[in-house]
């Protein structure tokens, strides 16, 4: 079992998909364009973000970028309390907690926004470190992890990436981490798979789950 965990914070402890897709369905209908499904949300999201917009059709010449990314983000803080914690979430981290392992969350998610999240919840305590984007454009989130890793001298196999999208796999093969992906409806568990790491149907099929939740006396 790892000494430290480094979590991604939408999807995987946040369920937020349903939320993003619903989102996005309205901004394209608004715009004249094909209205979005849960399957093909899952099969399009991708990091950076600007990538996703144009796949869906989106023009960032006629729109700029930035535009598109306030007028999402507007949209989603207005509604982001209609979700939830993941099935688990709660009781995993507080598990783990009480084994001694150090918890970390790394997100794109604009940092003050994570944070008042976190607060809502009541679970900012369990994480010796939160890291998020200092905007609301999800550019990605490598580079707040590989300073993270240069400035706390963890070693590489101490330290377990659990996320949701292929962008977790490749910032734990950027740490040299193992990597858990929990199928979360960012992403499609046809395009996960393709990270060769495994990939998981939720948070209580994690090997984490047994050993700091169900078995924590042993």
Known sequence: MPRCVVW?????????????VDIMDGMLRERGLPGLTAEQYAESFDFPVRRYYEQLGIDLEREPFERIGAEFIRLYEARRYECALRAGARELLEGLGRRGVDQVLI?????????SLLDHFG??????TVLGASDVYAYGKIPLALEWFRNHGRR???IWVIGDTLHDAEMARRLGAVCWLVLAGHQSRR?????GVPVVEG????????WAVENLGA
Not at 8 to 20: R, Y
Not at 107 to 115: K, P
Request: some cysteine; charged content about 25%.
């Open 191 to 195: 395009r996960l798979e393709t990270a």
């Open 156 to 158: 590489p196999s101490e």
């Open 203 to 210: 948070l209580k099929q994690l090997p984490l789950w047994s």
């Open 107 to 115: 997100s794109a998610y604009q940092r003050d926004s994570l944070r």
């Open 123 to 128: 679970i900012r305590h369990l994480f010796s």
């Open 8 to 20: 991604d914070w939408n999807g995987t402890l946040f369920d937020d998909a349903g939320l993003c």
